[in-house]
């Protein structure tokens, strides 16, 4: 298994180079001028060449990257030109947040889809079934944004069980656990309900299949409980789908949240991301971008490690 990830890692730096290059240039040619966004009202062509060369934006694009990417390759992603921060420690403070946000929702959406889709293939074509496909229509074609203010309208200024955003209540001077709880709810109800209805169609599909396998009928004919036969081989057998939908859509989680986070104003790493677009602060952009790069590969990988662990029949090198 080892030396199954190194030679995934090692495969995978190619496409890491691919993802900055692109990145790079995408960001270059993007209409906007970070020096005269930084000096704003104090703009003069004297302080902007000479913020610009202090920058290092004064250089040709190609010797900008290549020196971008002997410093990433020294693990040093540059300072952010808005908080005069190294973008690690950005990087750093802001992604706890974001991964609480990311892995209670995706756990959430998880188990609720492995009921939901369970109870639409095993009553399949009921009136249940009916309601519960046209919900998950509705929230899977809802963008995360829109529901995510309509959760803020609702919750938060009618009935006003919820903050409206952050992490912590900034008037608590011993601000705890649950403080950070009740400000997490609504954030990660929305990445949810987004999530959930993904993952609950996958399941229906892959329980239905189950349901009709010969062993299913042996199980049956051999008197076993039909909670036990769900249990032991509906169930077990059906998740393996969903270990390869977790493992892809793990990135788009992430970049899911960037949207989420922007709208319960979270400090988290979506934050971050859309104060540098409004800035154009190279450093923190390309950072971001460069980690969810590197979190799609990851995914995959732990797609790949997860598949082989739940089935034994599959081994990794096959998946090579």
Known sequence: MLSYIVRRILQAIPSLIGISIISFILLHIVPGNPVRILLGQHYTPQRAAALAQSLGLNKPLYMQYLIWLWNILHGNLGYSYNYTEPVTYLIAHALPNTLSLVLIA?????????????IQAYFENSIADHIITVLNYFF??????WLGILMVMFF??????FPSGGVLNPQDPNPGFWDWLHHLILPAATLTLVTLAGYSRYMRSSVRETLLMDYVRTARAKGLRESQVLWRHV??????PQITLFGLSFPALFAGALFIEQIFNYPGMGLLYWNAVGTLDYPVLLGVTMFLGALTIIGNLLADVLYSLVDPRISLESMS
């Not at 938060?156 to 069980?161: C, E, P, V």
């Open 140 to 145: 899977y074609s809802m963008p995360s944004f």
């Open 106 to 118: 995706t756990i959430f959406a998880q188990l609720f889809a492995m009921l939901i889709g369970t």
């Open 235 to 240: 169930l077990r057998n059906s998740i393996l």
């Open 156 to 161: 938060a200024i009618q009935l006003h069980w």
